[in-house]
């Protein structure tokens, strides 16, 4: 039943009052609403149903099932291999000797290691270590130093950038055997763990004691902690509980040369020196490998609720992320945005379902906390005062965890979508919020009728965007359309060409559009000083020095 009466609004919201003992206690799962409607009326007129936290389904990137491998980077990019050694039969036997049975050289095996998700890098490594322990890690970078063994350390693939695969064949080390909980604090919320424990199984631990990572991606099923902390993973929490830099309490790494860092503490304070932890997060595994760290993690939210409100334009998407950010205030965990051509993707290539069809922009809000009926409250007022003033044209709220999970499926599978579409140019922006979509607009005229599909989406809080062009296949003119263009335009506006990807292979060189050469210089020495024959993660990150 729609509303479109005030008077007829006010006597039933009287009526529902009276009966919840002057508080509004109904559930706010499964509301829809048109223009007029009253969020309130509607919500009344709903059955209480189970209230439920967001459960960390597993929406792990997978390996797209394409027959058809990329070109290898190296003939593609034009990239010449570094004077580094090839690996012979004396060094498989003695990795063989520190990881004995955990050295990997079947080249079918090899092969889906090599290759990025996206299927738009290429690298030949014809071997793959899988240590156990940081030891083992320290005796394999120790020999590789010595021999002047390139390396590439590998977590789930989940990356966009081209960081995480061989450039040439640079030897392959993988941290899916340490996947171990060292310990955890009840008390603080402190998690120390090994690097290569998944996001997801990290967040299933943690619920089971009434506690959650700070951390939440699309990739969650698949990606490695240890790789989340080397690319600075922002995610979907980062409105909520800030960036990695800040919930790291401590790390272990391993150096170029073999020796061991420990930084593993769990202190929320500790001011003496150089906080050596912030070299590696967000290295990219090109200082050092990181083996364990120690995490603080707050505490499971009792009371989760997610809307997903249709319209009309970006300006109405702004107005909207202004008024929960105000009225929601702190139960507000997330606030993310797609066009209508991102929900376009997971409907035609996912079958995913739109709950609201026929707007030209979504906003999914998430709101968590630990008093329900004081989350609902304000989540009530926040809606009926959106859709009062026009910045909403329609709406759905969900409360039970199968329909909160559908709708964060349709923003977080977006990035699955896409590779489905064809090759896909990603940018990973970050620019002043009120021009997020700007630059998808002047992309998308820039481009007409040469791409197939020019799709905007990302994270409201941090103005985090998402800008992703799709084609039947690579092509130098579409590429030579986009850069410099979007860098140029990034940068004009003051903002950064990586917000959370990293820069990796395919973004090294277009660091100078967001760090000055003084800046880029000083990382430049830093690497030298840390790793001189340069065997860590090669071709990436931080370009050669002139």
């Known amino acids: 039943m729609t509303f479109h009466s005030p008077l007829l609004f006010r006597l039933v919201l009287l009526v529902a009052r009276a009966a919840a003992g002057g508080r509004m206690a109904m559930s706010l799962s499964g509301l829809k609403v048109c223009p007029g409607t009253s969020w309130a009326v509607r919500r009344v007129l709903r059955l209480a149903a189970p209230r439920c936290v967001r459960s960390s389904v597993s929406l792990g990137y997978r390996f797209m099932s394409v027959t058809t491998d990329p070109p290898l ?34 080249e079918s095996y090899l092969k889906s290691h090599n290759i990025d998700w996206l299927r738009t890098v290429r690298g030949h490594s014809k071997v793959l270590l899988k240590p156990r322990n940081t030891e083992e890690v320290s005796q394999i970078l120790k020999y590789c130093n010595e021999r002047s063994l390139a390396v590439t350390p590998q977590g789930g693939n989940t990356g966009l950038v081209g960081g995480s695969v061989p450039v040439f064949d ?115 595994g090109t200082l050092g490998i990181i083996t364990a760290i120690s995490i603080l993690c707050p505490r499971k939210p009792s009371a989760v609720n997610v809307a997903l409100l249709g319209c009309e334009n970006f300006s109405r998407v702004l107005q909207v992320f202004t008024l929960c950010r105000d009225q929601l205030g702190e139960i507000l965990s997330a606030c993310e945005f797609l066009d209508s051509e991102a ?11 739109n709950p609201l069809p026929d707007n030209a922009f979504y906003v999914l809000v ?39 999970m559908s709708l964060w499926a349709l923003r977080e599978r977006i990035t699955e979508a896409l590779a489905h579409d064809g090759y896909v140019y990603k940018y990973d922006l970050s620019v002043p919020v009120e021009k997020l979509y700007t630059l998808v607009e002047e992309t998308r005229t820039r481009l007409s009728t040469s791409a197939q599909c020019v799709v905007g989406y990302g994270h409201l809080g941090d103005g985090n965007l998402h800008l992703n062009i799709t084609a039947k296949s690579h092509s130098d003119t579409l590429q030579a359309a986009l850069e410099p263009f979007v860098y140029e335009w990034t940068a004009q506006h003051c903002g950064s060409i990586s917000a959370e990807h990293g820069l990796g292979f395919k973004k090294r060189d277009h660091i100078y559009y967001s760090k000055s050469r003084e800046a880029v210089h000083l990382m430049q020495q830093l690497k030298h000083l840390l790793d001189p024959k340069g065997i860590m993660n090669p071709y990436k990150t931080i370009p050669p020095a002139d």
């Open 73 to 106: 980077t190296a003939d593609r990019y034009g990239v010449s291999r570094l004077p580094f050694s090839e690996v012979t039969a004396q060094d498989l036997n003695h990795f063989q000797q520190i990881i004995p049975g955990r050295v990997v050289t079947d």
């Open 170 to 284: 640079e030897i392959l080390i993988s941290s899916v055997l340490m996947n171990q909980v060292i310990s955890f604090n009840d008390v603080s919320g402190a998690l120390v763990c090994q690097a290569g424990c998944i996001l997801e199984s990290l967040n299933r631990y943690l619920g089971e004691r009434g506690y959650t990572m700070p951390l939440d991606l699309g990739a969650k099923g698949s990606c490695h902690i240890g790789g989340n902390l080397a690319t600075n993973a922002g995610g979907l929490r980062l409105l909520r509980y800030g960036s990695l830099r800040g919930t790291v309490l401590g790390l272990e790494a391993v150096l170029p040369d073999g020796s061991i860092l420990n930084c593993l503490n769990s202190l929320r304070k500790d001011n003496t020196g150089y906080d050596l932890k912030q070299l590696f997060i967000g290295s990219e």
């Open 343 to 353: 929900m376009r993707m997971v409907q035609t290539h996912l079958k995913l379902s």
């Open 366 to 404: 998430e709101t968590s906390g630990s008093c329900a009926v004081h989350d609902e409250e304000k989540l009530n007022v926040f809606l009926e005062n959106a859709l009062d003033s026009g910045f909403v044209t329609s709406g759905t709220v969900a409360t039970d965890e199968s329909k909160i």
